[in-house]
């Protein structure tokens, strides 16, 4: 019986090495690929103006700092309005 034991590898080396395998491969893509920036440029591009819902808002509200808007255009219109709810 221990014969056969040593005989079959051990299934945890086989995972760790698929995972190891995984991790290189996704480091390798995102430093050949550029990596699609950092963290905090990849959340700005899903960002939504809070006055008309364009993506990509990177103009923060002045006051609460938490809406974001498209452009100071809508910053503005958005002040006038009132739609900024923590404002």
């Not at 390798?28 to 990849?42: L, M, T, Y």
């Not at 923060?60 to 700092?65: A, F, G, I, P, W």
């Amino acid at each position: 019986m221990e014969k056969l034991l040593r005989r079959v590898p051990d299934p945890v080396v086989y995972v760790a090495g698929a995972v190891a395998a995984v991790f290189a491969a996704l480091k390798v893509k995102a430093i050949a690929g550029g990596g699609g920036g950092s963290f905090a440029d990849q959340q700005a591009a899903y960002r939504r103006c809070n006055r008309c819902g364009k993506k990509g808002a990177p103009v923060r509200c002045n006051k609460c700092r938490r809406a974001y808007y498209c452009s100071k255009h809508c910053l503005k219109d958005a002040i006038k309005l009132e739609i900024c709810e923590c404002c």
